[in-house]
């Protein structure tokens, strides 16, 4: 088995048929297995899967433990070669895009992960192409990345006690320390059907800043030099005060303490787990291109 194409998902289901309809073809391919994991859904996803996509490998929760538990499953369970992970609200563009990967996989054998390109919008942009090249960066998104899988295997798990952001640059920082390099394909268009800019009026925006806030101070105590992390804190603190909460922003403020609470709590699990960079570790990461999350199509 060449490829494994991995999706969590709950609740979802109109998201999760529409990307499975616009992949179909690639999942119809004798190289390809698709695994769907079901995190507790209560609104018929399993059965739907089964009945309309009987090609597809389908896994359920009956009480939901977190998409991180479903990824680290997944990927820990399947025999292919390599694995691409995708949300159910995100699908591939790009056609025939595993061979564009397995080419790239094939010439940069330190490559352990690609993020791929990734458009945010409810709907495919108008204009697709990108005069984009392939580097090596920082980190990936989430929704949309390909695991070589002997190099997933040489690290730890996702730490699931994040429960929401921060894994994907957890496990950056890892391949980094194992000398695996991540590379961004621009070759490769993924459609996020997200609508970025509503995110802020949704009811789950505090639990999304607050996540964001603590896991982003867990991944400073876990892999940064000592020296440096009182600095970061401080400034990450003053960031949200100065844009958000001195502009009337309540919310972030009650996300804020949240996330500080959060931390405390987490310090066990931080000493435990801790894989610190040194100086001159974290100097040749920082001279790396940062993570591309977004991708807009020049007018």
């Known amino acids: ?46 059965d739907f899967v089964v009945e309309y996509f009987p090609n597809i490998k389908v896994k359920k929760n009956k009480v939901t433990k977190g998409y991180i ?55 495919e942009p108008s204009k697709i192409e990108s005069d984009e090249v392939a580097v090596q960066v920082q980190g990936f998104v989430g929704c949309a990345h390909v695991w070589r899988m002997k190099a997933w295997r040489e690290i730890p798990n996702y730490p699931e006690w994040f429960i929401f952001y921060g894994e994907e640059n957890y496990a950056s920082y890892q391949l980094f320390k194992k000398q695996w390099q991540v590379h961004y394909l621009p070759e490769v268009l993924v459609n996020h059907r997200v609508d970025v800019k509503s995110r802020k009026k949704n009811s789950d925006y505090i639990s999304r800043l607050r996540r964001s806030l603590s896991t982003g101070w867990y991944l400073f105590f876990l892999f940064l030099p000592l020296s440096f992390i009182p600095r970061k804190i401080l400034y990450s603190i003053w ?61």
């Open 69 to 123: 538990f479903c990824r680290n499953k997944m990927l820990n369970e399947t025999h292919a070669k390599f694995a691409v992970s995708l949300d159910d609200d995100a699908h591939i563009v790009t056609n025939n895009p595993l061979e564009s990967i397995q080419k790239y996989f094939d010439k940069n054998t330190k490559c352990g992960l690609i993020g791929l390109r990734i458009f945010w919008g409810l709907q």
């Open 1 to 46: 088995m060449r490829f494994s194409i991995l999706i969590t998902t709950k609740n979802r289901k109109n998201d999760l048929a529409f990307t499975l309809n616009k992949i179909n073809y690639l999942i119809d391919n004798i190289e390809v297995e698709c695994v769907v994991y079901d995190d507790g859904s209560t609104d018929g996803t399993y």
């Open 239 to 299: 960031i949200q005060l100065r844009k958000k909460v001195f502009k009337g922003d309540i919310k972030a403020l009650g996300a804020l303490f949240l996330a500080i609470f959060d931390l405390f709590l987490a310090m066990p699990k931080i000493v435990k787990n801790r894989n610190r960079l040194s100086k001159e570790e974290l100097s040749s990461y920082q001279q790396l291109n940062p993570a591309k999350i977004y991708w807009k199509p020049k007018a």
